[in-house]
């Protein structure tokens, strides 16, 4: 989504060989112009599948299966990262290990909400290890729903994330794929020159 990756080299900061900070329009304000808009583009690359819900894990997920959620005009379901008090019903849940925290938490989902009879899109702001994808894959195959795909917005391809769902046999697309990054310039998949990012650490 070249919008997109224009908006990473504008505003993106590049904190090191895997951290790209992108919270001035992304994951901590957010351009909403530029989230529906990723709704739309997602829309339109899984166009043809029968999606029920779009499925997000809190936080930075929510944004964006919001905006897809609008642009398919189906309910987002966001996995919560901790149990409340207030979902008393039957979850289902998945452990994920967290390499930023380094801890192991587990996800959960209200049974109402997910079943046999939907059809579901994963949408998240990041793949990076897969750890939280892997995590719902996992509860989307245990509520016997079908899953049609996982949409990232910025994929960092030289984490091991993709390889981990497409071995797990998901369709995986993501509108802005960096195979290299370093303080300084950054490569994306398909127009793959070098580009300079403002640093700004
Ligand atoms: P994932 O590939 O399935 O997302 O899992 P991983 O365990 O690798 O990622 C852990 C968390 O770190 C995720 O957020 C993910 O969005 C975030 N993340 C990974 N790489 C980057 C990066 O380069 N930049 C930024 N800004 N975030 C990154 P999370 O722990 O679920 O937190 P949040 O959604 O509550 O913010």
Redesign the pocket.
Known sequence: MRALEERIRREGLILSD??????SFL?HQVDTALALEIGQEFKRIFAGKPITKVLT?????IQFAMATGIALDVPFIYAKKKKAVTLAEQVYTAP??????QETYQVSISQKYLGPDDNVLIV???????????GLVNIVRESGATLSGVGCVIE?GF?E?RGLLEEMGVEVHSLARITKMSPGEIHFAEADSPAAIKEKV
């Open positions: 895997t951290v790209l900070k992108v919270d994951n894990i809190e936080a930075s997920g994920v290990h967290s390499f930023t925290r998240d702001d990041f793949l990076a290890t897969g750890a939280a994808l892997v960092k984490q994330g």
